[in-house]
């Protein structure tokens, strides 16, 4: 299932797919997928400073050059990009600390991830 991140703008900025969970031949995470764009800009607050992983995160698409520059705003992964968690990857391509990334990636249809795979139903 495919799913989307949007910015504060309401501006579509990442494509994703979870892995599937019950498959032995990919990992448990999230798949950011190739022409999805990360925010070159970044609000550093304490907890910013707090979890290195964001800018770790951030520093290896750059230096690996899974990304080039799109605009003076955001730039462009030219390859998918695997993280651990939604919430790990929307950090690092939103540019701030979210807590609900969780409810922030919503299909075609609006439901998030979080009504899909979380919620009892």
Same mark, same amino acid.
């Given at each position: 299932?495919?799913? +989307?991140? @949007? #910015?504060?703008?309401?501006?579509?900025?990442?494509?994703? *797919?979870?892995? #599937?969970e019950?498959?032995?031949?990919?990992?448990?995470?999230?798949?950011?997928?190739?022409?999805? @764009?990360?925010?070159? /800009? @970044? *609000?550093?607050? @304490?907890?910013?400073?707090? $979890?290195?992983?964001? !800018?770790?995160?951030?520093?290896?698409?750059? #230096? *690996?050059?899974? $990304?080039?520059?799109?605009?003076?705003?955001?730039? /462009?992964?030219?390859k #998918?990009?695997?993280?651990?968690?939604?919430?790990? &990857? /929307? $950090? &690092?391509?939103?540019? +701030?600390?979210?807590?609900? &990334?969780?409810?922030?990636?919503?299909?075609?249809?609006?439901?998030?991830?979080?009504?899909?795979?979380? !919620?009892? *139903?």
């Amino acid at each position: 299932m495919i799913f +989307y991140l @949007k #910015d504060k703008s309401g501006e579509i900025i990442a494509t994703a *797919k979870l892995s #599937d969970e019950n498959s032995n031949k990919t990992r448990k995470g999230i798949l950011i997928l190739e022409g999805s @764009k990360m925010s070159k /800009a @970044k *609000k550093e607050t @304490k907890k910013w400073v707090d $979890c290195p992983w964001i !800018e770790e995160s951030r520093q290896m698409i750059i #230096d *690996k050059e899974l $990304c080039n520059s799109l605009n003076s705003t955001h730039y /462009a992964l030219n390859k #998918d990009v695997f993280f651990s968690s939604p919430n790990r &990857a /929307a $950090c &690092a391509l939103l540019g +701030y600390i979210t807590t609900a &990334a969780w409810h922030e990636f919503v299909n075609e249809e609006g439901l998030s991830m979080h009504q899909i795979y979380r !919620e009892i *139903k």
